[in-house]
């Protein structure tokens, strides 16, 4: 962290700009920034290494230099593995969300995993979700069982392309800030997660 002043800026202007680009190709969904993953993924390790990253940003003309990428590459590699897993991808690329849509996040997360294990699972959702599978038209319909209904709500909100069977917090955050990006007013982000998974009323602060 020698010569502080000017090195993080200079890492903010770059990732903003490489999220700018990777952004304007869609709405910034989950879905949108894994394709883009998989893209300058050459070698299909599920890892993006220093020389992926480099052509990819060449291919974009985005003008960074050497030097540029390795400091883009750090910033993503927060394990200092050598190697950009999906989750060091995400983190950097997912629309920004303000504290307060964070917040109705977590606590929709909290609620949905009922286990409190950290992971929404199956067996949280029979618990909390079955109600809202019920009025699924693919339930209603008989097309699904409610298992299925569930499993297909589970893995939408899962990493796109390998879903486990379970959705960890960071996860669920991903998946949002990608639906958070399309809706441009926070109280009305607020009132549909809250509708949405029947959450009590936001609290206000008075301060
Ligand atoms: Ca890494
Ligand atoms: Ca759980
Ligand atoms: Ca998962």
Redesign the pocket.
Known sequence: MYKRYSMDDRRRELMAKLRGQCLTRGCGGIKHISTAFRKMDLDYSKRICINELADAVHKENLGFSNDDIKLLFDVFDGDKNGGIDFCEFMLQLRPPMSESRVSVVNEAFDK??????????M??LQVVYAANARRHPKYLSGEWTEEDTLRHFLDSIDTPGCPDG?VTREEFLNYYAGVSATVDDDCYFDLVMRSCYNLPPRKTTNS
């Open positions: 949905l995993d009922v286990n409190k294990d950290g992971e929404i699972r067996d949280d379970k």
